[in-house]
T-cell receptor, first 112, second 114 residues
Framework: EAQVTQNPRYLITVTGKKLTVTCSQN?????MSWYRQDPGLGLRQIYY???????DKGDVPEGYKVSRKEKRNFPLILESPSPNQTSLYFC???????????FGSGTRLTVV | TQLLEQSPQFLSIQEGENLTVYCNSS?????LQWYRQEPGEGPVLLVT?????EVKKLKRLTFQFGDARKDSSLHITAAQPGDTGLYLC??????????????FGQGTILTVHP
């Protein structure tokens, strides 16, 4: 089944403790992207990647890092999480930039 | 920064009614996508429109891309309770320095009462 898999689905952590949210897709898509979704603010793009080793900032990149060492994987790294990064995070992939994306099921992160 | 204004924010209607959701911007997009999202799940792509003036139909849903590629609409005919959900429009860039960037509207929460 074609899909984007994120892990974990739920995560509660403490301020400052580094964490990684994994994302993997099995569709051989070139483009991958991370979003956060917050009430009243909608979905905002954090980072996106056009190919292996090629990434670019979205609208809200501060406090996040990404890497794209393999085509199928695009992990999101929070080096020092803060409470304002509490949010619902989605990873997505697409065969072509700017066109339809397939989304993962989301990761609900709480930073206390 | 590109912005997409989606309206209305909330829509509560009776089964069988028709409705239209609008998505407007001052920016030109390479594509306009519509997604539907259920609580606790990721958005699911409904349609992508790429040509100015394009109209696509998906059963009772009709999607239109404005001639200038700055706006789009989603029309649902004879809404059913199963249509209830969050509808999102998103503008895509397929060229220039924003290649791969996707900008979402705020979303429309649709509730269809039996």
């Amino acid at each position: 089944e074609a899909q984007v898999t994120q892990n974990p689905r739920y995560l509660i952590t403490v301020t400052g403790k580094k964490l990684t949210v994994t994302c993997s897709q099995n569709m051989n898509h070139e483009y991958m992207s991370w979003y956060r979704q917050d009430p009243g603010l909608g979905l905002r793009q954090i980072y996106y990647s056009m190919n292996v080793e090629v990434t670019d900032k979205g609208d809200v990149p501060e406090g996040y890092k990404v890497s794209r060492k393999e085509k199928r994987n695009f992990p999101l790294i929070l080096e020092s999480p803060s409470p304002n990064q509490t949010s619902l995070y989605f990873c997505a992939s697409s065969f072509a930039g700017g066109y339809g994306y397939t989304f993962g099921s989301g990761t609900r992160l709480t930073v206390v | 920064t590109q912005l997409l204004e989606q309206s209305p924010q909330f829509l509560s209607i009776q089964e069988g009614e028709n409705l239209t959701v609008y998505c407007n911007s001052s920016s030109v997009f390479s594509s306009l996508q519509w997604y539907r999202q259920e609580p606790g799940e990721g958005p699911v792509l409904l349609v992508t429109v790429v040509t100015g003036g394009e109209v696509k139909k998906l059963k009772r849903l009709t999607f239109q891309f404005g001639d200038a590629r700055k706006d789009s609409s989603l029309h649902i005919t004879a809404a059913q309770p199963g249509d209830t959900g969050l509808y999102l429009c998103a503008g895509g860039n397929a060229g220039g320095t924003s290649y791969g960037k996707l900008t979402f509207g705020q979303g429309t929460i649709l509730t269809v009462h039996p």
